[in-house]
């Protein structure tokens, strides 16, 4: 099974202000990432946990919540093993943890509905926080 593990981008730890840029990394061991499909999702406090991004293993076909169509951008470099989602413009609205997921079964294309079910194998979290 592929283990994965978030990191930030911001240089405290992820916490950043209205309109700010930030890029999240998704490392993976154990397992090729390109035999994966890799999803980004997020939970805020007293949030369920709601699919952001996803990108397809094969033909890099992705998706993203309208929330954040236009502002973020899923990625991957299948030769590091990482999955990156830049943000960019960000609001306080965005502020939750981030996770990565793995699936080497789930496709991904613009019609995707993401769901956290749908993913085997997540990382830890990382949070982000985006101040007003």
């Known amino acids: 099974q592929v283990r994965l593990v978030e990191s930030g981008g911001g240089s405290e730890g992820g916490l950043v202000q209205t309109g700010d840029s930030l890029r999240l990394s998704c490392a993976a061991s154990?397992?090729?990432?390109?035999?994966?499909?890799m999803g980004w999702f997020r939970q805020a406090p007293g949030n369920e946990r709601e699919g952001v991004s996803c990108?397809?293993?094969?033909?890099?076909?992705?998706n993203y919540a309208d929330s954040v169509k236009g502002r973020f951008t899923i990625s991957r470099d299948n030769a590091r093993n990482t999955v990156y989602l830049q943000m960019n413009s960000l609001k306080p609205e965005d502020t939750a943890v981030y996770y990565c997921?793995?699936?080497?079964?789930?496709?991904?294309?613009?019609?995707?509905?993401?769901?956290?079910?749908?993913?085997?194998?997540w990382g830890q979290g990382t949070q982000v926080t985006v101040s007003s």
């Open positions: 997921a793995a699936d080497p079964d789930y496709y991904c294309d613009s019609e995707s509905i993401l769901v956290a079910q749908d993913f085997r194998s």
């Open positions: 154990g397992s090729t990432l390109d035999a994966h499909a």
């Open positions: 990108i397809n293993r094969s033909d890099g076909s992705t």
